[in-house]
């Protein structure tokens, strides 16, 4: 199973951010986070949020065991340019682009279904599933007073609005 996690606009350049994601690719997730907290790069730091997020995601969602989990891959994007301007001779301006990047990192089970838990979320959803619906009987005279209700709520809200048409309206000639 395929747990996803996503980072957007952080504020290093997707060029250098690619350095410390090629690393990490394919790693076991342990080991991924070993390597990033021996990382020099700045990008470093980010990244290894990013995937504790990932793995936080695989146990807490879907149950599955931190140890059996990998880094599948690791997409670095464009994201917005910070356009800035630097001052130059003659009275000229150069344009200075500050790239943002956007990152998802994607962590796979390596094994599939070994050691994977219940989540709460999926006994909630069993039960949901298992209990019966209640369908709730209305007679014809209660639906045929809150139809009388509804229109002369409609049309109290029609007058609201011409009165504020009359009000805002321009000249008309």
């Known amino acids: 199973m395929q747990v996803s996690a996503k980072l957007n606009n952080l504020k290093i350049a997707p060029r250098k ?3 410390v994601a090629h690393v990490i690719k394919g790693m076991s997730a342990d080991a991924a986070l070993t ?3 021996k990382q020099v790069k700045r990008s470093s730091e980010p990244m290894s949020k990013l995937l ?3 793995i ?3 146990e807490h969602n879907f149950g599955l065991d931190s140890s059996n989990l990998f880094v599948s891959s690791v997409l670095v994007g464009d994201g917005k340019r910070l356009k800035r301007w630097q001052p130059r001779a003659f009275g000229r301006a150069n344009q200075i682009l500050h790239r943002l990047s956007n990152i998802t990192l994607v962590v796979e ?7 994977r838990k219940e989540t709460r979320t999926t006994e909630v959803v ?3 599933k298992a209990e019966p619906k209640e369908v709730k009987a209305t007679s014809v005279k209660d639906e045929k007073k809150e139809t009388k209700k509804d229109v002369a709520v409609k049309q109290e809200m029609k007058e609201r609005k011409n009165a504020v048409k009359r009000v805002y309206q321009r000249k008309s000639i």
């Open 35 to 37: 390597e990033l907290s």
């Open 17 to 19: 951010v690619r350095l």
């Open 109 to 115: 089970e390596r094994i599939e279904g070994l050691n």
């Open 56 to 58: 936080a995601n695989a």
């Open 52 to 54: 504790r997020s990932a």
């Open 126 to 128: 069993a039960k949901k």
